[in-house]
């Protein structure tokens, strides 16, 4: 089977902004006298907003009621560092348009869309991608695979024609429980924990070496048990 479509994920594939999650958690914290590590960094990553405000209130042994504001407060702060412009990675964003010029793309990741916009505004790639969900649309965020489902029903493709980009070991096996092919691209800001290489069905070093003609689907992809695509 031909790939039908591309799909990316957007932080540490597209533009190196994990790190910025880290560090305004970390600032947030430090505020009001907590510590935040990277371990509770890794504990979030592919959560929802609601899923990693509720982490984060967890680890930091904030009340239940707090969880609105950390949410709100680290996404208004990452989404300001955009104003700055994007810490795109090199070549990410020619490569994007480049298979989007042959392939349907989206994007489907699981940051809150007020900074999924920010990022691609300042990027410059709005235009190019025309399907983007966040993981805080649909009821699941990856390690389960509602966003890749939902991206691949709005591109209107069968979810095993679907090729995912991914940094992380939870967008991995979202895409895998999507029923999609997965290409790893480990960010090595924040690198994958391990294990990602070994359940990836290709490994490349950077995207730009992405080419989607030369890469074959996993055989026998199924569709998912819920036949959603």
């Known amino acids: 089977m031909p790939v039908a479509a591309v799909i990316f994920d957007l932080d540490g594939v597209i533009v190196d902004s994990e790190?910025?999650?880290?560090?305004e958690r970390v600032a947030w914290a430090a505020a009001r006298g907590l510590r935040w590590t990277e371990a509770d960094t890794r504990a979030v990553m592919?959560?929802?907003?609601?899923?990693?405000?509720?982490?984060?209130?967890?680890?930091?042994g904030m009340a239940e009621s707090d969880e609105p504001a950390i949410l709100e407060a680290v996404v208004d702060r990452v989404t300001?560092?955009?104003?700055?412009?994007?810490?795109?990675?090199?070549?990410?964003?020619?490569?994007?348009?480049r298979i989007a010029a042959v392939w349907p793309v989206a994007i489907a990741s699981s940051a809150h869309r007020g900074v999924i916009d920010a990022a691609l505004d300042a990027t410059g790639l709005r235009a190019t991608i025309p399907v983007v969900v966040s993981s805080d649309e649909v009821d699941h965020g990856k390690p389960a695979p509602d966003v890749y489902l939902e991206a691949a029903r709005r591109l209107g493709v069968a979810?095993?024609?679907?090729?995912?980009?991914?940094?992380?070991?939870?967008?991995?096996?979202?895409?895998?429980?999507?029923?999609?092919?997965?290409?790893?691209?480990?960010?090595?800001?924040?690198?994958?924990?391990?294990?990602?290489e070994a359940i990836a069905d290709h490994v490349l070093a950077r995207l730009v070496d992405l080419d989607p003609a030369a890469l074959a689907?996993?055989?026998?992809?199924?569709?998912?048990?819920?036949g959603a695509a």
Do not use: F, K
Request: hydrophobic residues 50%; aromatic residues 4%; contains cysteine.
């Open 19 to 23: 790190i910025w999650w880290h560090e």
């Open 80 to 97: 300001a560092r955009y104003a700055g412009g994007a810490p795109v990675i090199e070549g990410a964003v020619e490569a994007v348009r």
């Open 159 to 196: 979810a095993a024609g679907c090729l995912i980009v991914e940094d992380s070991i939870n967008g991995l096996r979202a895409g895998l429980a999507a029923g999609m092919t997965t290409v790893l691209v480990p960010n090595p800001s924040v690198p994958p924990a391990p294990g990602a």
């Open 217 to 226: 689907l996993r055989a026998g992809a199924a569709e998912p048990a819920n």
């Open 46 to 60: 592919g959560a929802n907003s609601a899923a990693w405000a509720r982490i984060m209130r967890q680890r930091l």
